[in-house]
């Protein structure tokens, strides 16, 4: 079954509104990374986290391990913010290498 | 700082023939990361090399697919009699020590078998 799982997997938004992104984990992760993959096709990395929260300007991430999820929080979307952000969990146990979900395309409309 | 590099950006290669895919990791990263992109698969991990040994290939199709790091510059990932389910976008990650500290990917490389 899916071990990273996200949601919504398509969403658009008013210019200016907030929403969050969501990641469940059916394996037991210890970290999480999420990107950000623009048109042009470049993963950029928004939020290496451990159990906690981070903030970088208008976006702010969480990362529950008990409860196996994280968030990603956007506030104030910009035209700009448009790509799909993917989620990945080093789980307990691996070497290092990221297990990624399937990603949320994220729209944002003037 | 130019970041990961990934070289060609674009490559078309006929059924069966060879292909081999760049990546010169950021300098002082000790781990590199090797994942494939498809539509139907999203990010499928590959392979990872951490100061330049092998150390996870799991991901990595084992009859035509191979993956060096000959010195702490650069990567490769060669792929012998390529086939059309090849076709993806090859991207290469660096960390400064694998475990525990975040990813930096290159641009990628965007591979068409026909």
């Known amino acids: 079954g899916d071990k990273v799982k996200q949601s919504p997997s398509a969403l658009s938004l008013q210019e200016g509104t907030n929403s969050a992104l969501r990641c469940n984990f059916s394996?037991?992760?210890?970290?999480v990374q999420w990107f950000l993959q623009n048109p042009r096709g470049s993963l950029i990395n928004l939020f290496y986290?451990?159990?906690g929260t981070k903030e970088n300007g208008r976006l702010k991430s969480a990362f529950d391990s008990k409860e196996s999820y994280s968030t990603l929080h956007i506030r104030d979307a910009q035209l700009e913010d448009s790509g799909t952000y993917f989620c990945?969990?080093?789980?307990?146990?691996?070497?290092?290498?990221?297990?990624f979900g399937l990603g949320t395309t994220l729209q944002v409309q003037p | 700082n130019a970041g990961v590099i990934q070289t060609p950006r674009h490559k078309v290669t006929g059924k069966g023939q060879e292909a081999t895919l760049w990546c010169e990791p950021i300098?002082?990263?000790?781990?590199v990361f090797w994942y494939r992109q498809t539509i139907v698969q999203g990010l499928e991990f590959l392979t990872y090399?951490?100061?330049?040994?092998?150390?996870?290939d799991s991901g990595m199709p084992k009859e035509r697919f191979s993956a060096q790091m000959p010195n702490q510059s650069h990567s490769t990932l060669k792929i012998q009699s390529t086939q059309p389910q090849d076709s993806a976008v090859y991207l290469c990650?660096?960390?400064?020590?694998?475990?525990?500290?975040?990813?930096?990917f290159g641009s990628g490389t965007r591979l068409l078998v026909i």
């Open positions: 990650a660096s960390s400064r020590q694998g475990r525990d500290s975040d990813y930096t």
């Open positions: 394996i037991a992760a210890t970290t």
């Open positions: 986290l451990v159990p």
């Open positions: 990945a969990a080093d789980k307990a146990g691996n070497t290092g290498k990221l297990i």
């Open positions: 300098s002082g990263h000790s781990a």
């Open positions: 090399f951490r100061n330049q040994a092998p150390i996870d």
